[in-house]
């Protein structure tokens, strides 16, 4: 399959080989789990149930609340013991609203959706999946099922399957088209159904081959999936990059893939997607790979949602040192954890507890100008730039500079030889920016308020006075009349 | 456990490389054509590069107390790397105050002045050359022939002493003094002699290529001098693109002219291999400060940088001209910076989004 160039990224070390041949296990089950109520972008799920409650795995515990939103089940079989805040893997390391669920240790299913087997509808196949409660599997965790109704609004030819996973360390997609090979096809072939396309491409970075290999085998069969091994170069997962890459389209700024008629999902999707409309089954556990230098066993999981960060170390033997850096997702694009209590949630990829030596931070030393970071952007921007626009305050020049073009991968700050924490800057004058076009938009929505009311005022005090000139005219009118008589 | 602390962002992974080792990477390419180079001219180049790399580092130690900067910086090894590259670029035989002002020139006015490392608009070590080329014109271009360290020609620690800091009577370099081919040919052309007469006898390019040559402190040996920039290129310290960019700005041009008239212009390969151009191409121009950031604009760069050095040898006043070809392209690297920018993915040159054109039609 012919590529396209893309440019930029860097070639991270992979440090694959700790879990790239370690089979998923099944994690046990904890003894408490907790189920936040965002696991998805989006607005947070309604909870359904309330303490006390006893309910069997699979069964819906939170219903989507709105368009973009996605449902939450119960992952094992037990008792609701409260509905309320709990510590979750969020940036601001504040807790927020989640259902706590205490495992009776039967791990008893409900009564599975019934299967809609190979051949169902489009429509179907995006209803059963936003039932289910599926998000991107692969981080970014936007509910499915939207993008699955994307023809509606899109016209559609191509969809990508992103197996490229760039991240180093993580294996589980690596994993999951190994062992479930048949599985993630058949979750493909929906996919491509829902949306309606002739065309799936399954993008697989080079390091994989066994991978590659597995599935090429399996969508032989299969005349609309083709098999893209990618070059293994970070962030070949972006998905406007992987896009180009694929298809030599480039996504116009500001717009979406579907805009130029691709729809990219994760390949973990596509599982998730056949378990629940050929087994009928939501989205209850993932797969996600705990490694890193801190951790004595490093290996893939199979992971009930809600599950503590500390019960999969405790699987994974512990720690061996206090790690420099507890991580939910990769290296290069994932959040630090401020505690092990944080649940397993369904956008979480991995779980790595990183000693110094791999992450290799260091003092920052100022910026020489020397290029690198220009060469690693795979946007074209010049982020050191943007970076001292960001320092001296300058959020407009910061803008102009493409501030809001940048995907946030941190192919900058992996090279840069000064470690300027270029990223962080980004972060936080988008937050910045953000917080003043929200500002901005109270302030006009204040403004037009104000004035609509000045208007309605003005109208009616007109409109009174031109009654009351009705009246007085009306009133004169007849007392002429009366006076005539 | 749950932690209190700054939040960060990541990638929580680093390619390994980093401003201090950086620098010991650039020591240590230029290390064998040093210590080549030392061992060249004897004990006076010995002490020529000491009181220079000396004061660089005493004037940047100076100017962060001033600024009130941690001394820290200094462990980046900026100022001794500016203060070699200076010593490499004088004659051998200059007297101590040549290193000595010219290193505190460098870092005083070449890069405090504008705020310290990275801010610097010119390369530090080439404003402290030129300023002393014109300030200094007899000791700046007073060469002498190679009297390698262990030869019976070569001066001994006193009479070293007397050439660098005079002590024990001034040693008369005049009876001494060579000139390098560069410098012979442009002189002879000067006169009206033609290049195949000027060049007859006494320049072996093979000789000239290996560094057993007139010429400045480091500026006698372009193999080992190639030997330590291919060592930065394959460690992607540097990036080949402005070494290439200025060896062929040099060559082509110069090759363009020998064609037409052998005997007033010199081979391209004369030029370009020099060692003064290759230790330019290599350590001057590649200076990842006052350089362009874009791989095109150090095209452009590199490129201008070849061109200027080429007309500076042939038309201008100086036999060598990479320390005022290197800060004419400083002084148009910011306007290059603006002007040669990568396009924003999804945007185009002008940065306006691209248009959505959809697909199949």
Redesign the interface.
């Known amino acids: 399959m012919r590529l396209f160039r893309i440019?930029g990224g860097?070639h991270?070390?992979e440090r694959k080989d700790a879990t790239r041949e370690k089979a998923v296990e099944d994690a046990p089950l904890a003894a408490r789990l907790v189920l936040p109520l965002q696991q998805h972008i989006g607005a947070p799920a309604k909870p359904l149930v309330k303490p006390g409650d006893r309910v069997l795995k699979g069964q819906p515990i939170a219903a989507p609340a709105g368009p973009v939103s996605a449902a939450i089940h119960a992952s094992t079989s037990g008792t609701v013991e409260s509905v309320g805040p709990q510590?979750v893997p969020h940036?601001s390391?504040l807790p927020a609203p989640a259902i706590v669920l205490i495992p009776d240790g039967r791990d008893a299913w409900c009564e599975p959706m019934l299967s809609l087997g190979p051949y169902a509808a489009p429509e179907a196949i995006a209803e059963r999946v936003a039932e289910a409660g599926i998000v991107g599997l692969g981080g970014a965790t936007f509910p499915s099922a939207v993008k699955l109704n994307l023809r509606a609004r899109?016209?559609?030819?191509?969809l990508v399957m992103n197996g490229a996973e760039c991240e180093?360390f993580l294996t589980c997609d690596d994993r999951l088209m190994r062992e479930h090979t048949s599985e993630l096809i058949q979750g493909v072939a929906l996919m491509a159904r829902a949306l309606g396309v002739s065309r799936a491409v399954i993008a697989i970075e080079r390091n994989k081959p066994e991978a590659t290999a597995a599935m090429t085998g399996a969508a032989a069969a299969y005349r609309e999936i083709a098999i893209a091994p990618v070059p293994t170069r970070y962030p070949m997962g972006s998905e406007?990059?992987l896009v180009q890459a694929l298809t030599g389209?480039?996504?116009?700024?500001?717009?979406l893939t579907a805009?130029?008629?691709?729809v990219v999902h994760n390949i973990a999707t596509a599982f998730a997607v056949y378990e629940a409309v050929i087994l009928g089954r939501p989205l209850v556990s993932r797969i996600l790979t705990v490694s890193g230098g801190a951790i004595a066993r490093p290996t893939n999981l199979r992971v009930p949602l809600g599950t503590p960060i500390r019960h999969l170390i405790d699987v994974c033997g512990g720690l061996t040192e206090t790690p420099q850096?507890l991580?939910s997702g990769g290296?290069?694009?994932?959040?630090?954890l401020?505690?092990?209590?944080i649940p397993t949630v369904k956008g979480m990829n991995g779980v790595?507890a990183?000693l110094p030596s791999?992450?290799?931070?260091?003092p920052a030393?100022?910026?020489?100008?020397?290029?690198t970071c220009?060469?690693a952007?795979?946007?074209?921007?010049?982020p050191?730039e943007i970076a001292a626009h960001v320092r001296n305050g300058d959020f407009a020049a910061a803008l102009e500079a493409?501030l809001m073009?940048c995907i946030g991968c941190?192919s900058c700050?992996?090279?840069c030889?000064?470690?300027i924490?270029l990223?962080?800057s980004f972060?936080h004058a988008k937050g910045h920016v953000a917080a003043e076009a929200r500002r901005k938009q109270r302030a006009d929505e204040a403004k037009r308020l104000a004035q609509a009311k000045a208007e309605r005022e003005a109208r009616l005090a007109a409109e009174r006075k031109a009654e009351m000139a009705r009246k007085k005219a009306a009133a004169d009118k007849a007392r002429a009349e009366a006076g005539a008589e | 456990?749950?932690?209190k602390r700054p939040?960060?962002?990541?990638?929580?992974?680093?390619?390994?490389?980093?401003?201090?080792?950086?620098m010991a990477w650039v020591m240590i390419a230029l290390t064998p054509a040093t210590v080549f180079g030392l061992g060249l001219f004897g004990w006076p180049a010995i002490f020529l590069f000491v009181v220079t790399v000396g004061t660089a580092v005493a004037a940047e130690v100076a100017c962060l107390r001033l600024a009130g900067k941690p001394l820290a910086?200094l462990g980046?090894g900026s100022a001794v790397l500016s203060g070699w590259i200076l010593a490499l670029s004088l004659p051998p035989w200059a007297p101590w105050w040549i290193g000595a002002a010219g290193a505190a020139i460098a870092m005083v006015v070449g890069k405090h002045v504008f705020g310290?490392?990275?801010?610097n608009l010119f390369n530090p070590a080439m404003v402290a050359r030129v300023a002393l080329l014109i300030s200094f014109p007899l000791e700046m271009t007073r060469y002498v022939a190679p009297r390698p360290i262990h030869s019976a020609v070569a001066p001994d620690v006193r009479e070293a002493l007397a050439v660098t800091f005079g002590i024990g009577g001034r040693a008369d370099l005049d009876a001494v003094s060579s000139a390098s081919l560069l410098g012979h040919a442009k002189t002879e052309l000067a006169r009206g002699v033609p290049l195949s007469d000027a060049l007859a006898g006494g320049f072996d390019p093979w000789q000239l290529f290996l560094g057993n040559a007139v010429g400045s402190l480091g500026e006698t040996s372009a193999l080992l001098l190639l030997l330590g920039g291919a060592l930065l290129l394959a460690l992607r310290v540097i990036?080949w693109h402005v070494p290439a960019a200025l060896l062929l700005g040099v060559a082509v041009p110069a090759a363009a002219c020998h064609a037409l008239d052998p005997e007033r212009f010199l081979p391209p390969l004369t030029h370009a291999l020099a060692a003064s151009t290759v230790f330019g191409a290599l350590f001057i121009a590649t200076d990842?400060?006052t350089?362009?950031?874009?791989?095109a604009g150090?095209l452009i760069y590199g490129a201008g940088c070849g061109v200027l050095i080429f007309v500076i040898r042939t038309w201008g006043g100086y036999p060598e001209g990479m320390a005022f070809a290197v800060l004419l392209m400083n002084a148009a690297t910011p306007l290059i910076d603006r002007w040669v920018?990568?396009?924003?993915?999804?945007?185009d040159r002008k940065?306006r989004?691209?248009?959505?054109?959809?697909?199949?039609r």
């Not at chain 2, 310290?116 to 801010?119: A, E, I, M, R, Y």
């Open positions: 440019k860097v991270p070390a510590p940036p390391g899109h016209r559609l030819d191509t180093p406007k990059h389209r480039e996504t116009p700024a500001k717009a805009d130029i008629g691709v850096e991580l290296p290069m694009m994932g959040q630090p401020r505690s092990t209590e790595l990183l791999d992450t290799r931070r260091g030393h100022a910026c020489l100008r020397c290029g220009v060469a952007c795979p946007c074209g921007l010049l050191f493409g073009d941190g700050a992996f090279a030889p000064s470690r924490p990223v962080q972060h | 456990m749950i932690e939040l960060i962002a990541g990638p929580f992974a680093h390619a390994g490389l980093s401003t201090p080792m950086v910086t980046d310290g490392l990275g801010q990036s990842l400060v350089s362009p950031v874009t791989r150090q920018r990568p396009r924003v993915y999804g945007r940065g989004p691209l248009p959505v054109r959809e697909a199949g």
